[in-house]
């Protein structure tokens, strides 16, 4: 049976039977149940399965969803490329139908590929297969992840304002009719403050009490002194008042103050929302051509303001040192732009949200280098040597695809750039360099795919 199986198998269907008969002989057969897995994704890779009969379908986690990526019926082989290389699954192979495999053992498999050259560009030509077709659908859901990410931080930034909006418009509305049912001097609605001197805590809180012994109430004398309004200035618009008469002038002066308050708090939310909108056009460089001369810094500056959220909450410390004469450089600037969101997004969750991040650009010759830094634990050798190779991630099953850095190198390059890595316990830079006009070639290349 075994021997049938394999021969039935594509990639050992040109075997020599003496060969074949040898694997053969080291199969282990395996039976599963429907829903049963055969392979689970992040464990130690061993050996090889052949489907004898029934059908698995193959999926890899990204967060908390699970991605199809195939089904695979009688023939098919599964777990050759960990296998191989003796590492991490890479995916999860889980039955559909009750099945029968067969368990190859690595040992099996490496005297079969040492003594057939058939078998060996066999299995590689698979391998290259089913990487090509891994690598096409993850980078489908590394732009939708991107999407995500995008969304999650539209979704937190908007909120802040358009809630500030809400509560000010309901407060607005009750200090109108508040300062509405109040009937003063007409010469009293002609009055402003003078200025309105910013005060610390302790200053503010002495100039309450102070307006407070004029007018007797606590709660007018804070909105007259954020208003910006001196007890020397109300004593000179309640003169000639009596008591009652300064009180409710007092009362209309601080309904008012009250009122414009709250109408430039939905002033600055709506320019935040204006903000956050320029951004998000900015950043996906809408209406716009697919090439163009850009300014590295907006761009930068722009991600920040999308992915504020995740710094913000996280308490990480971001600052900025920009050439003031940074030469604007020609790029696909929503490809640029995805890999800065790459490498923040990055950083900040190294930092495990709490650290300092630090951007600088700068400009030497014909290049334009920018530098993201981080005070993350490091990344060591062995890792930094397959930090851009696809699919690779220290991050858990199902945290990351393996593919945001090696999509960011291909995008550099693809712009005539590099990219490069210095890291240490503590301090952590990737170094984009990108030339202020493309090659030749990334230009042809673009003008073709958007005749």
Not at 14 to 25: F, G, K, N, S
Not at 104 to 132: F, H, K, N, S
Not at 274 to 295: F, H, M, T
């Amino acid at each position: 049976m075994a021997l049938d199986a394999l021969r039935a198998t594509p990639i050992f269907a040109e075997v020599p039977d003496e060969h074949l008969q040898r694997l053969a002989a080291q199969a282990i057969p395996m039976s599963l149940r429907e829903g049963d897995f055969l392979i689970t994704e992040g464990d130690q890779a061993d050996d090889l399965f052949v489907v004898v009969s029934g059908e698995f379908d193959v999926t890899k986690r990204s967060g908390t969803s699970e991605i199809p990526l195939a089904r695979v019926g009688p023939g098919a082989i599964q777990g050759e490329l960990a296998a191989l290389e003796r590492g991490k699954r890479m995916a999860s192979v889980r039955a559909v139908t009750d099945a029968e495999v067969l368990r190859i053992p690595y040992l099996a498999v490496r005297d079969l590929l040492t003594g057939e050259p058939d078998a060996a560009l066999g299995i590689i030509r698979t391998v290259i297969g089913r990487l090509r077709g891994m690598e096409a659908t993850l980078r489908q859901r590394e732009k939708l992840a991107g999407l995500g990410t995008l969304a999650a931080g539209l979704a937190h930034e908007l909120n802040n304002p358009a809630a500030a909006i809400r509560r000010s418009v309901d407060s607005l509305d009750r200090a109108i009719a508040e300062r509405n049912a109040l009937h003063p001097a007409d010469a009293l609605t002609l009055l402003r403050p003078a200025g309105h001197a910013s005060l610390d805590a302790l200053d503010r809180a002495d100039a309450v009490d102070e307006i407070e012994g004029l007018i007797g109430d606590t709660q007018m004398a804070a909105a007259l002194v954020d208003a910006g309004w001196t007890t020397d200035e109300l004593r000179g618009a309640f003169a000639g008042m009596d008591a009652v008469a300064a009180r409710e002038a007092a009362a209309w002066l601080a309904a008012s103050a009250t009122v414009e308050t709250l109408i430039g708090e939905v002033r600055m939310a709506g320019d935040r929302i204006s903000e956050i909108v320029g951004a998000v056009k900015s950043y996906a460089y809408l209406d716009q051509a697919p090439v163009q001369r850009i300014d590295v810094r907006k761009g930068l500056d722009d991600t920040l303001v999308i992915l504020r959220h995740k710094l913000k909450v996280g308490e990480i410390e971001v600052t900025r040192d920009y050439d003031p004469d940074l030469p604007e450089i020609e790029a696909w600037g929503s490809e640029l732009n995805q890999v800065w969101t790459n490498l923040i997004d990055n950083a900040a969750d190294a930092m495990d949200g709490r650290g300092a991040l630090s951007i600088r650009a700068k400009s030497s010759g014909d290049e334009v280098a920018v530098t993201i830094c981080d005070s993350g634990p490091g990344i060591p050798p062995d890792v930094a040597s397959k930090i851009f190779e696809p699919f690779f991630t220290t991050k858990p099953p199902g945290i990351g695809s393996g593919l945001g850095l090696h999509i960011s190198h291909q995008a550099v390059v693809r712009h005539g750039g590099r990219i490069d890595l210095e890291s240490e316990p503590g301090h952590t830079c990737f170094i984009v360099t990108l030339p202020t006009t493309m090659p030749k070639s990334a230009r042809a290349g673009a003008a073709a795919s958007n005749p």
